[in-house]
């Protein structure tokens, strides 16, 4: 479905919501139908947010809202909207180039609109490295046999082989690692743009999220969490 058929379906929804939503509401509604601004930003209160948040059409227009917003403001900038999304699903339908889902986590609680997945890509030579020498002592480490009485950490003997191989797999992608290309310096430079424009729109910047956990044989990458009462914003930045 076009934009502009979808918007005038959404506005259409709004107005058979008169006995059931205030009139506030209901212009909240069609300003964001209209892209005046971003759903993620704090327009309207917690609690009003939350009742909204019960609602499908509110669902319906905020996933409008995202992708119409991002779209118009990276094609303003000559960003594909691939570069720092995934694709956007829900029902089994795809809506956009991010990614939304209304689960994950394994079935931990969650947002009750849904999550929204950005990727920036940087090169940082010196975390590389880094990552290259945490990979070789691991291996030292988990090709010692359990008889020998150093513990194999994160792991069962059976699983021995395939953690090394894994380990191995990491190593020799790092190692391989050249200078890096023109489309690569391209890449890197446009999903730091792209992020910027995205989570500027949110009214979100680098001090808002909090760092989680990765794997631990992955030290060149890094997850980032912004959690909103019905939204999660989760960034990863990844070394290339």
Same mark, same amino acid.
């Given at each position: 479905?076009?934009?502009?058929?979808?918007?005038?379906?959404?506005?259409?929804?709004?107005?058979?919501?008169?006995?059931?939503?205030? !009139?506030?509401?209901?212009?909240? *509604?069609? =300003?964001? $139908?209209?892209?005046? &601004?971003?759903?993620?930003?704090? #327009?309207?209160?917690?609690?009003e947010r939350e009742v909204l948040s019960d609602l499908k059409v509110y669902k319906e227009i905020a996933i409008y809202n995202?992708?119409?917003?991002?779209?118009?403001?990276?094609?303003?900038?000559?960003?594909?909207?691939?570069? !720092?999304?995934?694709?956007?699903? *829900?029902? =089994?339908? $795809?809506?956009?180039? &991010?990614?939304?889902?209304?689960? #994950?986590?394994?079935?931990?609680?969650?947002?009750?609109?849904?999550?929204?997945?950005?990727?920036?890509?940087?090169?940082?030579?010196?975390?590389?490295?880094?990552?290259?020498?945490?990979?070789?002592?691991?291996?030292?480490?988990?090709?010692?046999?359990?008889?020998?009485?150093?513990?194999?950490?994160? $792991?069962?003997?059976?699983?021995?082989?395939?953690?090394?191989?894994?380990?191995?797999?990491?190593?020799?992608?790092?190692?391989?690692?050249?200078?890096?290309?023109?489309?690569?310096?391209?890449?890197?430079?446009?999903?730091?743009?792209?992020?910027?424009?995205?989570?500027?729109?949110?009214?979100?910047?680098?001090?808002?999220?909090?760092?989680?956990?990765?794997?631990?044989?992955?030290?060149?990458?890094?997850?980032?969490?912004?959690?909103?009462?019905?939204?999660?914003?989760?960034?990863?930045?990844?070394?290339?």
């Amino acid at each position: 479905m076009e934009l502009t058929d979808r918007k005038i379906e959404l506005k259409e929804k709004v107005d058979s919501t008169k006995k059931v939503i205030l !009139p506030q509401s209901r212009e909240y *509604l069609n =300003s964001l $139908i209209e892209l005046e &601004f971003s759903v993620i930003r704090d #327009y309207i209160s917690k609690e009003e947010r939350e009742v909204l948040s019960d609602l499908k059409v509110y669902k319906e227009i905020a996933i409008y809202n995202i992708f119409a917003r991002a779209e118009k403001l990276l094609k303003e900038n000559g960003i594909p909207a691939n570069i !720092p999304f995934k694709t956007l699903k *829900l029902d =089994s339908k $795809i809506y956009s180039d &991010f990614l939304y889902l209304e689960e #994950y986590n394994n079935g931990q609680e969650t947002p009750k609109i849904g999550s929204i997945r950005l990727y920036e890509f940087t090169r940082d030579e010196k975390l590389q490295e880094s990552q290259r020498n945490f990979l070789r002592h691991y291996l030292e480490t988990i090709k010692i046999t359990p008889s020998s009485g150093v513990r194999i950490p994160f $792991i069962r003997k059976k699983q021995q082989k395939e953690e090394i191989a894994y380990c191995n797999r990491l190593l020799t992608d790092l190692e391989s690692i050249e200078e890096l290309t023109e489309q690569q310096e391209r890449l890197i430079e446009m999903s730091k743009k792209a992020n910027e424009i995205i989570l500027n729109d949110y009214g979100i910047t680098s001090f808002d999220y909090e760092e989680l956990p990765n794997n631990p044989h992955v030290i060149y990458e890094k997850t980032l969490v912004k959690t909103k009462p019905d939204f999660e914003i989760r960034k990863w930045v990844r070394n290339i």
